[in-house]
């Protein structure tokens, strides 16, 4: 079993930053997916990023460059850096992990964007 531990949520006024930190416990082996979701009130969670183990990223259209997804193997972690946030990326943001086929999914970090 792994269990995500997710850090770095919080308040921020638009235009703001935040670096959102996810750590896996337990073996890196077959560890391949890791990446983030968000889910605002009302609406379907959507992909926000993913990074494979060799560094491939992807990103969900509505980011238009101003996050950073980024892992270290070494320590099982992911990270999410989001610059120039706007009031709709407010939403509750998710940690998956991809390890053997099986998805793991952290307990959510709040965003709160607004002045």
């Known amino acids: 079993q792994m269990q995500l531990a997710e850090s770095g949520g919080g308040s921020v006024q638009p235009g703001g930053s935040l670096r959102l930190s996810c750590a896996a416990s337990?073996?890196?082996?077959?560890?391949?997916?890791m990446g983030w979701y968000r889910q605002a009130p009302g609406q379907q969670r959507e992909l926000v990023a993913l990074i494979s183990q060799k560094g491939t990223t992807h990103y969900g259209d509505f980011v238009e460059g101003r996050f950073t997804i980024s892992r270290d193997n070494a320590k099982n972690t992911v990270y999410l850096q989001m610059d120039s946030l706007k009031p709709e990326d407010t939403a509750v943001y998710y940690c998956?992990?991809?390890?053997?086929?099986?998805?793991?999914w952290g307990q959510g970090t709040q965003v709160i964007v607004s002045s």
């Open positions: 998956n992990v991809e390890r053997s086929y099986t998805n793991y």
């Open positions: 337990g073996s890196s082996a077959g560890i391949s997916f």
